[in-house]
């Protein structure tokens, strides 16, 4: 099945009032943001659909559902953007069929098109997290990497799946932010931007600054970025609202400390910078890096920092028999 008619188009230039109005309405800054994202988003996030990336979502996977019966049968991923969670777990044989959804069209658009590329059994449709348009009882599986921070009401978002989830059924959402690695991330961001920025206009390094009217379509876009970004989240809140929406078995989990305050700046130095002039020795140095770092935060640091000051939280339940 593609995308039902009834879809909206994708809408990926949107005018400056379409802005100024998305400044107070946060769905439609959802829409108008990934909209304009989506065709480039693969790119700006090093999404891949091949092994690197099908570990690190089976990963994320096994972090909190490692003894899982696999495979579940029809997966539904929330907020997929260009379909990097669900499309790389089938492909590590986490779920037989899938179905993806999201705020924006140009992401479901994408999502689709990536899942056809692949030859996965995938679905889609336009779909607002806070009211699934699915019947109840449908799915063995319900995913979803960096949405929940966007939804303005989560618990009633995690009440819609586990009405769409199958008795038994699981959900795993991982990606999101944690309340202090939000605050260090922004932080490590804005001063790498600032730096760059302003590096780049002295005499020697000119070459290496953006055109300006492309910074300023960045601006503009974090502006909306600001808008689009609604929660962090303490781990045990999370667990909270799951147990309050009806869930069962809830379980959290949170990775990246050091590697989250080299990502960050990284990738923030890579949108600051022209494209052409980081090579494969930068992607090298920059997953080479991040990997190094994950394996300290993993073997040494999680011995001794506190779960709530890594970057990433993950959270699973189960539907109630
Ligand atoms: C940060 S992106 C993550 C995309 C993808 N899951 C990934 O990890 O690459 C968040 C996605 O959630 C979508 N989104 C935001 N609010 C939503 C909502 N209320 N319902 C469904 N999708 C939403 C956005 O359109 C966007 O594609």
């Not at 290496?208 to 970025?225: G, I, K, N, T, Y």
Request: aromatic share 10%; hydrophobic share 40%; glycine share 8%.
């Amino acid at each position: 099945m593609t995308s039902p008619t009834s879809d909206p188009a994708p809408n990926p230039h949107a005018t400056a009032d379409e802005v100024e109005a998305a400044l107070a309405d946060t769905k439609l800054a959802q829409v108008l943001y990934h909209d304009w994202e989506a065709e480039t988003y693969d790119d700006k996030w090093s999404i891949s659909y091949d092994e690197r990336c099908i570990d690190y979502a089976r990963g994320r996977f096994d972090a909190v559902a490692a003894d899982e019966p696999l495979p579940y049968g029809h997966a539904l991923e929330l907020g997929c953007g260009t379909g990097f969670f669900l499309l790389n777990l089938m492909q590590g044989g986490i779920a037989t069929k899938g179905s993806v959804t999201d705020l924006s069209p140009g992401m479901v658009k994408v999502a689709l098109r990536n899942a056809a590329n692949l030859g996965l059994d995938v679905d889609g449709r336009v779909a607002d997290a806070e009211t699934i348009p699915y019947d109840d009882n449908t799915f063995d599986l319900v995913v979803g990497h960096a949405v929940l921070h966007h939804i303005p009401d989560v618990e009633k978002s995690l009440r819609e799946v586990l009405r769409v989830l199958k008795p038994g059924g699981r959900f795993i959402f991982a990606g999101e932010p944690s309340t202090i690695g939000d605050f260090y991330a922004r932080w490590l961001s804005r001063a790498t931007w600032a730096a760059t920025t302003k590096v780049t206009k002295l005499g020697p390094l000119q070459g290496w600054r953006r055109p300006q009217a492309e910074l300023d379509e960045s601006s503009r876009a974090a502006a909306l970025e600001a808008v689009v970004d609604i929660h962090t989240f303490d781990p045990s809140d999370l667990e909270r609202m799951s147990t309050s929406a009806g869930a069962v078995n809830v379980k959290t989990a949170t990775e990246e400390f050091a590697a989250a305050m080299l990502g960050w700046p990284v990738r923030t130095f890579e949108a600051a910078v022209p494209p052409e002039k980081l090579g494969w020795g930068w992607a090298r140095f920059a997953f080479g890096g991040w990997k190094r770092l994950t394996w300290v935060d993993e073997n040494i640091l999680r011995k001794v920092v506190p779960p709530k000051f890594f970057y990433n939280v993950i959270i699973t339940g189960t539907k109630p028999e």
